[in-house]
Nanobody
Framework: QVQLVESGGGSVPAGGSVRLSCAVS????????LAWFRQAQGKEREGVAT???????LYGDSVKGRFTISADNAKYTSHLEMNSLKPEDTGMYFC?????????????????WGQGTQVTVSS
């Protein structure tokens, strides 16, 4: 499995911005999907954003227009830029990866996961 480590989480006020990072280990895939998911306490895991080997991105409806996913060309690093944060954005954010062509916004697609980084948005 690909090794992933998230960083950049913390407590921020509503309307603020946070940039999360995901360090990705060397991997054997010519085509790899990198993704971000989040999970609030007591709630099911929610897709946030994905990015494929071509740079194609996919966003969850709740974050579209506010969050931006990016990655380097080799897909060894992923970033999630989060703007206009809302209290409902609070949760544990996970970076995930999977070698494949298309990158769905569904957690079952991915078999490599980081430990998560907490983001708390206060009102």
């Amino acid at each position: 499995q690909v090794q992933l480590v998230e960083s950049g989480g913390g407590s921020v006020p509503a309307g603020g911005s946070v940039r999360l990072s995901c360090a990705v280990s060397d991997h054997p895939y010519a085509r790899i999907c990198l993704a971000w998911f989040r999970q609030a306490q007591g709630k099911e895991r929610e897709g946030v954003a994905t990015i494929g080997h071509t740079g194609r991105t996919l966003y969850g409806d709740s974050v579209k227009g506010r969050f931006t996913i990016s990655a380097d060309n080799a897909k060894y690093t992923s970033h999630l830029e989060m703007n206009s944060l809302k209290p409902e954005d609070t949760g544990m954010y996970f970076c995930a990866a999977q070698g494949r062509l298309y990158c769905p916004l569904h957690p079952d697609t991915y078999n490599s996961w980081g430990q998560g980084t907490q983001v708390t948005v206060s009102s």
